[in-house]
């Protein structure tokens, strides 16, 4: 996976510009004030499921690791790393293989960044932030949100070619084939 190609694809497909990098950067210690209350509301909202509830607490220490973990990822957005280049795109990688590795599904990302959003967006409007800033975060979200998926594809498509020899056109056959049963 060429992670910063894939980047640099969804920037496009999102039309994340310069001017959305811009506002994110120069509102970075808004994004560092408010992170600890939006990790809040991520895990009460997972808590609230009882299937996300029992993955959350399969640990001990898992909540609280995962609430820094949050805040970091949270910040990372406004800062963009490496002006959103090969570190970001590699740490956005990273985080979608944690979550396959686990056996979270794409079902539960959604609307758990569909949280993320609402409440940002809530707060935004509270502190009288710009719109600008509004869709520049809601694209570096979705951005983010894409790569967590895409490596469920990833992973479980390379897994199977490992396992099974076969190559990646005869897997994809297998699979249209397969849909065109269902
Ligand atoms: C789409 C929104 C989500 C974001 C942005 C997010 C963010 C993160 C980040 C940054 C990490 C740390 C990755 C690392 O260690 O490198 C992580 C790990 C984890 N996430 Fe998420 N996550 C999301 C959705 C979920 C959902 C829906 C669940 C379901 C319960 C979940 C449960 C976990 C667990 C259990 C870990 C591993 C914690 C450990 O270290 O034991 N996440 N997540």
Known sequence: MDTLA???KLENRFSFTPEDKSILTSNADWGLEIASEMAD????????????N????A????????RETFIHWFHEMFTGIDDWG??????RWQIGIVHVKIGIQPQHLVPAMA???????????LEGKSEELKEALGKICMIDLAFIEQSYVEVSTSAVLRETGW???????L???????M
Do not use: P, Q, W
Request: hydrophobic share 35%.
């Open 175 to 181: 699979v249209t084939h397969g849909a065109e049963s």
């Open 167 to 173: 190559s990646a056109v005869l897997f994809k056959r």
């Open 86 to 91: 090969i570190g970001y795109s590699k740490s």
């Open 59 to 66: 640990t001990e220490g898992r909540i609280h690791r995962l």
């Open 6 to 8: 894939f980047m640099n």
């Open 41 to 52: 509301h991520f895990y009460s909202y997972l808590g609230r499921d009882e299937e996300m």
């Open 115 to 125: 949280t993320v959003v609402h409440e940002v967006g809530k707060k935004l409007k």
């Open 54 to 57: 029992a993955i959350l607490n």
